[in-house]
C-alpha cells in the first residue's frame, strides 16, 4: 500500500518492510529476511526479541488476570516496588504505561512537593537544549528541542531551557522559582552524549545549595544499558525523582516515577492516578525483568560487551577520520558522529541487513539488546566500516 493510502497519521516515515518474529537479536521480515538488530525498539528490547523466560511469564499471567485498575490493589506492584527501592535512592515508586507519562508525573511530584512546602510559587522547571522527554504536553515544554512544539499553542509558563553543558547559564537561569531540574543522565534523542560525573555532582550541590530537586529522566538510560542499573550510579550522585522506562519491561510497555519520601510528600491520596499502569501483565513482566536486570552476572556482561564496542568504535573513528567526528555514550547506548546525515548509513546497514538508530546531531545511534554477544557486535562493526568505506569511495570517484 503506498503512503497514499494509508489510514495511519502520518507523523512517521517507517520503511516499507514488516516485521514478523524476533529471537534474541535477530529479527525476520515478512519476506522471511533476517536482520541483526543493534536498536532494540529503541533501547527496550532488553533480553532481544521474544526472551522465552517473558514469553512464559506474559502468557502464564495472561491465562490469569489482565487488568482490574488501580481501585485494587495489584499482584506483583508492591514487590515490584520494593525491588526498586531496595536499589536506589527512591523510597517510592508509581508505575506508568510509558516514558512520557513517566515525566508527566516526574514533572508534578516536583511541583506539589514545592507547593506541600508552602511554595507554590517554585514551579520552573530547567532543562537542557536537544533533551528530549516524551511527547505529552508537558514533556514537549520541557524538551529543549523548540520543533516538538511548534505549532501546539503558547509555551508552557515555568518551562526553561539553557544550553547542554554551559554553567554559567544554569546557574544564572536559577531563582526563587526554580522547582526542579531535569536532565538524562545520557542523552538518548539529542545526541547519545553522557553528562560527566562532576557535572551531574554540581548540579546536586547547586540543587541543594537553592532548595531545588533533581529529576532524571532514565527512561532510555537505565535498565542496565550502561552497565549499572541506572546511569546515575557510576557517579555516586542520586537525584529526588526519576523517571524510567523503556527497557524495564523487557519489551513490555511500562515505566515509572520513583522519589525520595520527602520529594514525594506532595503525592498524596487522589493527586494522580491512572486506568492501565501497574497492570497485572506489566507487573508479572516486570517482576521477572527486574530480576534478570539485577543478577550481577547480567550487569557483569553487559561491561564486558560494553567495553569490546568501545573499543571497536575507537577502531572505527581510527579507520574513518574523514566521516567519523567523534563517538560517544556509555555502555551499550553508544552514539556515531558523522560528518554527514546518518539516515544515509542507517539505510545502507538496513540494506545489509543490521538496524541501527539515528539521534540528533548527526549521530548515528546504536542500543542493541543488553544480551548481545561479541561476535554479534563484531558482525555489526563489520558492517558498519563497510558501509563507511563505501561511502568514502563513492566520495572520491
Ligand atoms: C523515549 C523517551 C521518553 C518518552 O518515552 P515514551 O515511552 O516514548 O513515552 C522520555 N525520555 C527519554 C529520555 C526517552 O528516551
Same mark, same amino acid.
Given at each position: 500500500?503506498?503512503?497514499? =493510502?494509508?489510514?495511519? +497519521? ?10 514478523? %518474529?524476533? &529471537? ?6 515478512? *519476506?522471511?529476511? *533476517? ?13 532481544? @526479541? ?13 491465562? *490469569? ?6 481501585? $485494587?490493589?495489584?499482584?506483583?506492584? =508492591? ?16 508505575? #506508568?504505561?510509558? /516514558? #512520557? ?9 516536583? %511541583? ?9 510559587? !517554585?514551579?520552573?522547571?530547567? /532543562?537542557?537544549?536537544?533533551?528530549? @522527554? ?16 511548534? /505549532? $501546539? ?35 538518548? =534523542? ?7 560525573? &562532576?557535572?551531574?555532582?554540581?548540579? !546536586?550541590? +547547586? ?24 546511569? @546515575? ?38 493527586? @494522580? ?19 534478570? +536486570? ?19 568504535? &575507537? ?12 563517538? %560517544?555514550?556509555?555502555?551499550?547506548? !553508544? /552514539? ?7 539516515? =544515509? ?24 539488546? +543488553?544480551?548481545?554477544? &561479541?561476535?554479534?557486535? !563484531? ?19
Amino acid at each position: 500500500m503506498s503512503a497514499a =493510502e494509508s489510514h495511519i +497519521l502520518p507523523v512517521y516515515s517507517p520503511p516499507e518492510q514488516i516485521f514478523e %518474529r524476533g &529471537e534474541g537479536c535477530w529479527i525476520w521480515d515478512d *519476506k522471511g529476511e *533476517k536482520y541483526l538488530d543493534c536498536i532494540a525498539g529503541i533501547s527496550v528490547n532488553a533480553f532481544g @526479541h521474544a526472551p522465552p523466560f517473558l514469553v512464559k511469564t506474559l502468557t502464564e499471567q495472561a491465562g *490469569k488476570l489482565w487488568h482490574t485498575s488501580n481501585m $485494587f490493589k495489584i499482584k506483583g506492584q =508492591e514487590e515490584l516496588a520494593a525491588k526498586y527501592t531496595r536499589d536506589c535512592f527512591a523510597d517510592v515508586v508509581f508505575f #506508568t504505561n510509558s /516514558g #512520557t507519562e513517566a515525566i508527566e508525573g516526574s514533572l508534578k511530584t516536583a %511541583r506539589k512537593y514545592h507547593s506541600a512546602n508552602g511554595h507554590p510559587e !517554585r514551579i520552573d522547571i530547567i /532543562g537542557f537544549q536537544g533533551s528530549f @522527554h516524551g511527547r505529552s504536553y508537558a514533556a514537549i515544554n520541557a524538551s529543549g528541542t523548540p520543533a516538538y512544539l511548534e /505549532g $501546539f499553542g503558547p509555551r508552557l509558563p515555568g518551562f526553561i531551557q539553557v544550553p547542554y553543558g554551559d554553567e554559567a547559564a544554569l546557574r544564572a537561569a536559577i531563582s526563587p522559582t526554580t522547582a526542579a531540574l531535569i536532565i538524562e543522565p545520557v542523552q538518548g =534523542e539529542g545526541g547519545v552524549r553522557a553528562v560527566p560525573e &562532576e557535572t551531574l555532582r554540581l548540579y !546536586r550541590k +547547586l540543587a541543594d545549595e537553592n532548595g531545588f530537586l533533581i529529576i532524571f529522566d532514565e527512561v532510555q538510560s537505565g535498565a542496565g544499558r550502561t552497565g549499572k542499573m541506572w546511569a @546515575h550510579q557510576w557517579s555516586g550522585m542520586t537525584p529526588d525523582i526519576m523517571a524510567v522506562a523503556k527497557g524495564v519491561g523487557g519489551g513490555f510497555p511500562m515505566g515509572a516515577f520513583m522519589a525520595t519520601k520527602e520529594a514525594a510528600k506532595g503525592m498524596v491520596v487522589g493527586v @494522580h492516578g491512572t486506568t492501565f499502569g501497574g497492570n497485572p501483565l506489566a507487573m508479572a513482566v516486570g517482576n521477572a525483568a527486574y530480576d534478570e +536486570l539485577s543478577k550481577p552476572a547480567f550487569l557483569e556482561h553487559v561491561n564486558k560487551v560494553a567495553n569490546y564496542l568501545s573499543q571497536a568504535l &575507537e577502531g572505527l573513528k581510527d579507520r574513518h577520520p574523514q566521516l567519523v567526528v567523534d563517538v %560517544r555514550g556509555k555502555g551499550l547506548l !553508544r /552514539g556515531i558522529k558523522l560528518t554527514i546525515n546518518p539516515k =544515509e548509513i542507517q539505510a545502507k546497514l538496513r540494506a545489509r541487513k543490521v538496524l541501527v538508530g539515528v539521534a540528533g546531531d548527526n549521530v548515528l545511534r546504536i542500543a542493541p539488546p +543488553l544480551t548481545i554477544k &561479541e561476535d554479534e557486535l !563484531r558482525q555489526l562493526i563489520d558492517a558498519v566500516d563497510a558501509v563507511l568505506a563505501a561511502q568514502m569511495a563513492e566520495a572520491s570517484a
